[in-house]
């Protein structure tokens, strides 16, 4: 049965980065590798470096779990491709000797699929997707130093086939006595698949990067920076359209590429830039800049917008919402929901 082709000619998300196959296509459970929080995808981050009694923060990052966060619960949502969807729920509680505990689920909806056998007849329609629970906790070493952890276990199901892996995030945080500032390294998803599909076992994607933030005492915004894929320096890959190595058609002549220039691009492929804007006390507005996601999906001849995300957060009183759009290329660009509330 060709399952595996009809979800990979059906669902564009499984080639969202058709071009680096030096770097994608090494780990299963595509729902480990992002974030459902509308305020983390308009700053195009894995998790927020921020010291804050938003639960969207320990959602993404357990070393920076507060007690301002006890008593709060949220739901966001987003549209993927073609009839995907993706979302999470989270409680946080305080609890007196544990400390603040935040609960998780979450889902990855790839949507509906039509089933053929080897001879191309029609069998039926599947379903594919991807759970996950959470549990994050996170400890304060003193008033500046914190660390903490999430455990996820994670089902995959597509059709009949299943798939269960066990992963955690591992996260070491730094803020100033100002609050100001917040510094964050995490190792994210160290596990590994105990049941696998076809008895194939795959990586999960590992991941190590940096994050920080900055405000300056009476500036009105936040800078953001991250420094992602720690663990792989080789982010490139060779495009067949347009080659690192070009050869003249008339002359012959060859034209290589200078190794300043294909250092400064590997290097900024690990960088993402941000920054927060407080529009008076119930407005934000966030704009974020991908390199690495506009180097891989940049149109030849077109600007289409790839690597920027924007998004707009209103707060009254006990609620906050949250929305988000991330610029993939011309054809993809979701749209992130969040909606949090402080009981």
């Known amino acids: 049965m060709l399952i595996c082709v009809s979800i990979a000619i059906h669902f564009p998300l499984f080639s969202l980065h058709p071009l680096k196959a030096q770097v994608a296509g090494l780990n299963s459970l595509p729902l480990l590798q992002r ?104 400890m304060w070493i003193d008033s500046n130093f914190s660390i903490g952890t999430t455990f996820k276990p994670v089902l995959s199901q597509y059709a009949e086939y299943k798939a269960l892996a066990f992963a955690i995030d591992l996260a070491g945080s730094y803020v100033s006595d100002s609050r100001n500032f ?24 590992f991941e190590l990067s940096a994050a920080l933030s900055y405000k300056l005492s009476k500036a009105p915004f936040r800078l953001f920076f991250a420094a992602t894929e720690l663990q792989r320096w080789n982010l490139r890959y060779e495009d067949r359209l347009n080659p690192t190595t070009q050869t003249d058609p008339f002359t012959g002549e060859v034209t290589e590429e200078k190794p300043f220039v294909g250092f ?24 974020a800049y991908s390199y690495r996601q506009a180097a891989e999906m940049r149109a030849a001849d077109a600007f289409n917008m790839s690597g920027f995300s924007f998004g707009v957060g209103l707060h009254i009183k006990n609620f906050e919402f949250s929305y988000a759009r991330r610029n993939y290329h011309l054809g993809q660009a979701p749209n992130y929901f969040t909606l949090s509330y402080k009981f």
């Open 35 to 138: 974030s459902s929080v509308a305020r983390t995808n308009a700053l195009s981050l894995r998790y927020l470096p921020l010291y804050s009694s938003d639960i969207t923060v320990g959602l993404d990052n357990p070393s920076l779990l507060t007690r301002g966060m006890g008593g709060s619960a949220m739901l966001s949502y987003y549209n993927m491709f073609v009839g995907g969807n993706m979302g999470s729920l989270a409680y946080a509680h305080n609890f007196n000797r544990v400390g603040t505990v935040l609960f998780g689920f979450h889902f990855n909806s790839f949507g509906r699929f039509e089933e053929y056998d080897e001879y191309d007849n029609y069998i039926g329609d599947f379903y594919a997707a991807d759970y996950a629970l959470s549990v994050g906790w996170g």
């Open 182 to 205: 917040a510094a964050t390294v995490m190792a994210s998803n160290i596990g590994a698949q105990i049941v696998t599909f076809d008895n194939k076992v795959e990586r999960l994607p």
């Open 264 to 287: 400064m691009d590997n290097l900024m492929r690990h960088t993402v830039f941000g920054v927060e804007l407080n529009l008076g006390t119930l407005i934000f507005a966030r704009l």
